[in-house]
């Protein structure tokens, strides 16, 4: 299977095999899925607190006697039974973080990346340089080459001029491809690839 590659004209300069136990496998979206939760996890902050009754204002004394007053026998006005009391079982401060298989990492990506290239919303370029950092340009270029929404631009490096000047865009993000997950692919609706970035994708998830 090949894919056409193009220039910045959006012209076709050449093409690049696919290779198939990269993009066919077939589309297992619950390892996506997977993917996405662990890193929405990773992301929580996790400081949420409640206060026990060791921590809630008010004394430990005995509020009154024992017997005596026809009221409930208790021992601490900071008893979870009464108001203002302490909260039994409350949130603590806590990561959310887990950690997944490597290949379930890989395959996730793997699939990711195939559902955009089966469903059409991929264009591979030559390569994305920018001669001078104007947001202007980088726009009019990004839409020659079918950028519409949200799209990610990926690259092994990307330019240091030309992420200046796309990052003002709304809905485009950039991403090096040493970085790219499948919550990346999942939030966007068209990928913009480097041959180099593909080509570093298919070694990495070969």
């Known amino acids: 299977m090949t894919l056409d590659v193009v220039n910045t004209q959006n012209e ?14 077939p ?25 026990n009754r060791a921590l809630v204002s008010g004394s430990g004394k005995k509020p009154y006697k024992q017997k005596g ?9 900071r008893t979870p039974l009464w108001r203002h ?20 990492e890989r395959g996730a990506l793997r699939v990711a990346l195939t559902a955009k290239l089966r469903a059409g919303e991929v264009t591979i370029v030559d390569q994305l340089r920018a001669d001078e950092k104007k947001t202007k340009t980088a726009l009019q270029l ?22 200046a000047s796309a990052r003002n865009i709304a809905g485009v993000t950039i991403v090096a491809s040493g970085r ?9 609706g068209r990928v913009i690839a480097t041959r180099a970035a593909l080509e570093r994708l298919q070694e990495v998830l070969g």
């Open 69 to 77: 007053t026809g009221r409930p026998q208790v021992g601490s006005s």
């Open 85 to 104: 009391g302490g909260t039994v079982f409350g949130p603590q401060p806590r990561s959310y973080d887990f950690t997944l298989p490597k290949k379930v």
């Open 142 to 163: 990004l839409t020659r080459l079918g950028a519409s929404g949200r799209t990610l631009v990926i690259d092994v490096q990307p330019d240091e001029n030309f992420s």
């Open 27 to 51: 589309l297992k979206l619950d390892l996506v899925w997977a993917s996405v939760v662990r890193q929405n996890a990773s992301e929580r902050r996790g400081t949420h607190m409640t206060k």
């Open 180 to 188: 790219l997950t499948p919550r990346d692919l999942a939030h966007t």
């Open 12 to 25: 076709k300069v050449g093409s690049v095999d696919l290779r198939d136990e990269v993009f066919g496998g």
